[in-house]
């Protein structure tokens, strides 16, 4: 019932961008927070952007700060993450997360309750 899919993952150059959108069904993603990690392979997973729905407050991660950007449109029940300037370092699998509460602005796996199946992203020459 509750489901998030992300999309937009593929193989880009250095320097070049990409957008990834996470669409949410079975609930209104207007009351939640929503986060962006990453996780390469052999390493943990980790917290690069969050976004509350109230007043689009922000998060970003150092390592991806200036870079990317998060934003959302409520009526469409999606978040996207555009991803600029993307280096071989970018290189993971990207999954969008729901916080457990709308105030929270998530930047910790325990931080959120729901999940989606991650989308690959590959920056390559």
């Known amino acids: 019932q509750v489901q998030l899919v992300e999309s937009g993952g593929g193989l880009v150059e250095p320097g070049g961008s990409l957008r990834l959108s996470c669409a949410a069904s079975g609930f209104t993603l207007d009351y939640y927070a929503v986060a962006w990690f990453r996780q390469a392979p052999g390493k943990e997973r980790e917290g690069i952007s969050a976004?509350?729905?109230?007043?689009?407050?922000?998060y970003y991660a150092d390592s991806v700060k200036g870079r990317f950007t998060i934003s959302r449109d409520n009526a469409k029940n999606t978040v996207y993450l555009f991803m600029n300037k993307l280096k071989s370092e970018d290189t993971a699998i990207y999954y969008c997360?729901?916080?457990?509460?709308?105030?929270?602005?998530?930047?910790?796996?325990?931080?959120?309750?729901?999940w989606g199946q991650g989308t690959q992203v590959t920056v390559a020459s």
């Open positions: 976004i509350l729905s109230a007043d689009r407050s922000t």
């Open positions: 997360a729901r916080a457990a509460a709308e105030w929270v602005l998530p930047r910790r796996e325990d931080e959120c309750d729901t």
